[in-house]
Nanobody, 124 residues
Framework: QLQASGGGSVQAGGSLRLSCIASGLTFDRYAMAWFRQAPGKGREFVAVITRSGEMTQYGDPVKGRLIISRDNAKNTVYLQMNDLKPEDTAVYYC???????????????????WGQGTQVTVSS
């Protein structure tokens, strides 16, 4: 089970930190990812972090502003969101998957487990 939290409403330029706590799985065996879905749009890849946390990858729209990290001792993955823009408004989902081809790590259809989502709203 994945439980996301930390969403809210902020003005452009502000910051938020999302958290996702995992249960029922051996956390340090799973890469963890964040996706987002804006109203009327498909679910978009945001960021992913490897099991040990030594490698990360980001979607182009968020590079340089959002930072993914994890604490394996707390079974938690974070998304630090800085310099937020109105186009970042979306429901943010954490996700993970069974070990798979690393070349597909940004593809939402390869993820098996999803959190319930947390709403982020950025006003101009």
């Amino acid at each position: 089970q994945l439980q996301a939290s930390g969403g809210g409403s902020v003005q452009a330029g502000g910051s938020l930190r999302l958290s996702c706590i995992a249960s029922g799985l051996t956390f340090d065996r799973y890469a963890m990812a964040w996706f987002r879905q804006a109203p009327g749009k498909g679910r978009e890849f945001v960021a992913v972090i490897t099991r040990s946390g030594e490698m990360t990858q980001y979607g182009d729209p968020v590079k340089g502003r959002l930072i993914i990290s994890r604490d394996n001792a707390k079974n938690t993955v974070y998304l630090q969101m800085n310099d937020l823009k109105p186009e970042d408004t979306a429901v943010y989902y954490c996700a993970t998957r069974r070990p798979s081809n690393p070349n597909t790590i940004t593809i939402k259809g390869t993820y098996d487990y999803w959190g319930q989502g947390t709403q982020v709203t950025v006003s101009s």
